[in-house]
């Protein structure tokens, strides 16, 4: 995989991209990004990251590993608050919300997760 014959494709198919150095930094919609280092010749680094403002951590960047990590914790605690909340003011209806938070983040981190492996499966095809 060469940065020249990376770039060439991706200004050909109109990717948003900024070269740095030895690095291609790929934009891609709702603050995701794709990195791919080309510093070692032998060994090419594909590596993604969520940025600014997305729908999984707000204001914090991270990879979607992180990502996905970072909800799944979030997730429990929110599990047992409302499992609490639940037993002591039996009677209030707080599993829609529950659900809701729970599948807003399943949602956005398939997105997240198909774009980033599409783009990777895309790019290893180019360079073949």
Avoid: H, P
Avoid at 38 to 57: A, H, P
Avoid at 93 to 103: D, K, M, P, Y
Wanted: avoid cysteine.
């Amino acid at each position: 995989m060469e940065i020249d014959k990376t770039e060439e494709l991706l200004k050909k198919f109109d990717y948003k991209f900024q070269r740095k150095n030895n690095e291609l930094i790929i934009k891609m919609d709702f603050s995701q990004r794709t990195i791919i280092d080309f510093s070692d010749s032998e060994k090419i680094k594909i590596k993604d990251k969520l940025v600014g403002w997305n729908f999984l951590t707000g204001m914090i960047e991270m990879s979607i590993k992180n990502a996905t990590l970072f909800n799944f914790i979030g997730a429990m605690v929110m599990t047992i608050l409302f499992v609490y909340l639940d037993l002591e003011f039996g009677g209030t209806n707080l599993i829609f919300f529950f659900l809701a938070f729970i599948i807003w983040i399943l949602l956005w981190t398939i997105f997240y997760l198909v774009k980033a492996e599409n783009l990777k499966r895309i790019l290893i095809s180019w360079n073949k």
